[in-house]
């Protein structure tokens, strides 16, 4: 086996407190890296659980780089350079300013379709890396905070009603955001990997019961049990959204107020 941690016997279960569906979850996300085939590709790194899980486990299957974009100072550039160190793998900050930001904002509005502020700011870390890379491959952790109750309105949920979010919440990212996705990589000559939404990953995500996805680590528990298998730090980092942890959606909410209008008209009207 290429992970040691996937062997089936109960003792190096017990020690790196897999179960069963870990073990399933391990080798769907597994086979779902085999696509890379050696090649180069771009890892969308902000140095959280989700990226640097994906990145360990893809590295035998790809040449990486990682690259973090974000404005100067913010949490996401600062936790990628170190999850870059530590992982011992190249990487690179895609540094934005003002300017950057309202031409991501125009082109993800008026060529891509999205409107709302939040998911635009969501989505300006793909086209930054879309824009600036010479991979053709791009790698992301979209989906795990579906799969596996990343949100904080989860944690507020009963568990038939996390059961049903999370279907439904999957199927949403599918037939909606994701293939926005997968359509503006495209349109600037990249393929988008998404292994957290390969279907044998969804189909052992969703198998996990809901009581499981909580636990001495936090949410999310069957990946971070796995990226403390791998002895990552990024085991045990707290959840932080991409249009946060860029610094984008502070910069969106500065610019409006500067323009003295709220952050949807703002969105609206800025000009690239």
């Known amino acids: 086996m290429l992970f040691s941690h996937a062997r089936k016997d109960s003792r190096e ?3 790196l407190n897999l179960d069963t569906s870990g073990d399933e979850l391990l ?3 597994t086979d779902g890296l085999e696509c890379l ?3 180069r590709a771009a890892v969308l790194f902000s140095g959280g659980l989700d990226s640097s899980l994906l990145t360990a486990l893809a590295r035998p299957f790809s040449e990486l780089r990682l690259y973090t974009v ?4 913010s949490h996401d550039l600062e936790a990628g350079e170190s999850g870059a160190k530590e992982l011992g793998l190249p990487w690179e900050p895609i540094l934005l300013d003002d300017d950057l930001l309202r031409n991501a904002i125009a082109y993800l509005r008026d060529q891509v379709g999205i409107t709302d ?6 989505e300006v870390p793909l086209y930054m890396v879309c824009t600036k890379v010479p991979e053709g491959v791009l790698l992301s952790g979209q989906g795990a905070d579906e799969l596996f109750g990343g949100y904080a309105r989860y944690s507020s949920m009963s568990l038939a009603e996390l059961g049903e ?3 439904a919440d999957i199927q949403r990212l599918l037939f909606e955001g994701y293939l926005g996705e997968v359509r503006m ?3 600037f000559g990249k393929m988008l990997v998404c292994p957290y939404l390969d279907l044998k990953v969804i189909e052992a995500g969703l198998s996990i019961p809901p009581q499981d996805l909580f636990g001495e680590l936090g949410n999310k528990l ?3 049990r796995i990226a403390q298998s791998k002895g990552l730090s990024a085991a045990k980092a707290p959840k932080k959204a991409a249009q946060y942890g860029s610094g984008v959606m502070k910069a969106m909410k500065r610019l409006a107020v500067a323009q003295g209008t709220d952050l949807g008209k703002w969105a609206a009207e800025v000009k690239g």
């Open 117 to 122: 502020p939040v998911t635009i700011s969501f």
């Open 165 to 167: 979010a999370r279907k």
């Open 27 to 29: 080798t769907s996300l």
């Open 37 to 39: 085939s050696k090649g």
């Open 70 to 73: 974000g404005y100067p100072g």
């Open 13 to 15: 279960r017990a020690k």
């Open 185 to 187: 990589a495209e349109g």
């Open 222 to 224: 069957p990946l971070r």
